[in-house]
């Protein structure tokens, strides 16, 4: 069997759906130190970047064996960019973040309004899929099932499952345009 640092991300996620603690802590060690840097150029805080980071990973040790993700990285990326909204919503940070670094500001938007928008604009993408495309996309997407759960449910093939969702994510992001970076999270 090879090493866990020989696997590739794919495998490794698979493993972490089994529990596989190896490969939490290979995936810990692959992206902790890159999610910390990525997140201390936007927030310059070490306490709250290091808390971010280490939110994330305990997230996804959690619930890992329900995850369904096709590029760990960008999958990281975004729950830490997530995180980083939090803390900075939460707080007075923004003002301090723009007085350190005024190019920052594309990194805040108006989120109440944005994730309405975004939320009705999913909403109404979703009721106007065709009825198969639909159901496989909600079990996938709210009920958090994996496609081969979706499959043995539905009783169709997996990669049957695997092209309507990839069909409808693409269509789903075209729609969205570059309304926000939100549209990473769909």
């Known amino acids: 069997m090879a090493s866990y640092t020989e696997h590739t991300d794919q495998e490794l996620v698979t493993l972490l759906k089994q529990g596989d603690r190896e490969a939490f802590n290979q995936i810990y060690y692959r992206y902790a130190e890159y999610l910390y840097q990525y997140a201390l ?99 996938s997407r709210n009920e958090y099932l994996s496609n081969k759960e979706i499959a043995a449910r539905l009783g169709i093939s997996e990669k049957t499952v695997e092209n309507q969702i990839t069909i409808v994510l693409k269509k789903l992001k075209s729609g969205l345009g570059k309304m926000s970076f939100w549209s990473v999270l769909v």
């Open 41 to 139: 150029n936007i927030l310059r805080d070490e306490d709250e970047c290091t808390d971010a980071v280490q939110d994330v990973f305990v997230w996804l040790w959690e619930n890992g064996k329900k995850i369904n993700v096709n590029i760990l990285r960008s999958y990281l990326i975004s729950a830490v960019k997530y995180k980083l909204t939090r803390v900075i919503q939460s707080s007075k940070r923004k003002a301090e973040i723009l007085a350190l670094n005024p190019l920052r500001e594309e990194f805040f938007v108006d989120d109440n309004l944005e994730i309405k928008e975004l939320k009705h604009a999913i909403q109404e993408f979703v009721i106007s899929l065709p009825e198969r495309a639909r159901l496989i996309f909600e079990l």
